[in-house]
């Protein structure tokens, strides 16, 4: 996947023609919502039963794909956050590529909820670097269940960009992607090989710890956790420890939900050693974003290298670990 251009004239009318019709930007997931829950399931597109790979693959048209990955928590009020990125990926688009932080970014989105509550847990997109991501990500079912453990199914995440993804900019470049994670509470110790092989369909027998599987995909992704301020466990020590426990500084604090997209730009723009920190928040005064507070703040403890951490043994405990699954 990754073939075709992005085009702000293209978004525009979509988006206008939505609004004509009276068409709501996240249209399947509202019909998806009128049935009974018995019922509820992912987009095709999005379905990750029977999942092999997802590709970023370079082009004569993208000869140095850039593969930035973002998966939203879509249970309770998280799922505004797809919301508010949608309508501002022409934005994400035009720091990436017209700024020029990345030559051929290709965007894909995902989306996780709660493995052991949830209907559909689990949504994987493509790799695309054209209006197709728009499509994708207005695809995305918004369940809005969770189990209510301070606890979502982040580590599906992790499974999928660790074991079902392939990047030219990896195999040609030994170049790492990009995967944000969005959301506000901890992850689950483990996923269970009954939930890999209902979810997934592999032919998993054993579960996977959810710390080795942060580790697995640190290898060939940058990864980074976006905690907005959008419930009352932003301030929450328990979900702070846990995530700079897993990812150190990659724990990335916004105060202000609505700049996602431009914590995204500036992250990748910071990493690929395209601007500094200066140079991102004046293109944020550019395009017109009032974000570069949040930002800033957000990025202030970012580097660019991470020691190794492990998860403490009572935040384990408080998961509800075996010992054995205990750091």
Not at 21 to 46: E, N
Not at 98 to 106: M, N, S
């Amino acid at each position: 996947m990754g073939n075709g251009a992005w085009s702000d004239r293209t978004f525009a009318a979509s988006a206008g023609a939505r609004q004509r019709s009276g068409r709501a930007a996240f249209g399947y997931s509202d019909d998806v919502r009128r049935k009974p829950v018995a019922q509820w399931k992912a987009h095709p597109t999005l379905d990750p039963k029977g999942l092999t790979v997802r590709e970023s693959r370079d082009s004569a048209e993208h000869p140095n794909s850039t593969p930035i990955a973002v998966f939203f928590d879509v249970t309770g009020s998280m799922g505004t956050v797809p919301q508010q990125m949608q309508g501002e990926l022409s934005k994400l688009h035009g720091l990436l590529q017209r700024k020029g932080y990345v030559d051929d970014p290709q965007i894909m989105f995902g989306a996780v909820g709660d493995a052991d509550t949830d209907y559909v847990p689990l949504q994987v997109g493509q790799f695309e670097s054209d209006n197709r991501m728009d499509s994708q990500l207005r695809s995305i079912f918004l369940e809005g269940n969770g189990g209510g453990q301070m606890s979502e199914s982040y580590e599906l995440a992790a499974y999928v960009m660790a074991r079902h993804t392939a990047t030219d900019a990896w195999e040609k470049r030994g170049k790492k992607g990009y995967l944000f994670v969005i959301g506000d509470e901890m992850g689950k110790p483990k996923i269970r090989a009954r939930q890999l092989r209902d979810i997934l369909g592999v032919k998993a027998r054993e579960d996977v710890r959810s710390e080795d599987l942060w580790r697995e995909v640190e290898e060939r992704w940058e990864v980074f956790f976006i905690l907005p301020r959008q419930t009352a466990h932003y301030d929450n020590p328990q979900v702070n420890d846990y995530w700079r426990a897993m990812l150190s500084e990659r724990l990335l604090r916004l105060d202000d939900p609505r700049a996602v997209c431009d914590l995204i730009a500036l992250t990748v723009g910071l990493l690929e050693d395209a601007i500094d920190l200066d140079e991102g928040l004046e293109d944020l005064r550019d395009v017109g974003s009032t974000s570069g507070g949040a930002v800033s703040r957000a990025l202030a403890t970012v580097g660019t290298a991470r020691g190794t951490a492990t998860l403490p043994a009572h935040l384990a405990r408080d998961l509800g670990a075996e010992p054995d699954d205990l750091a």
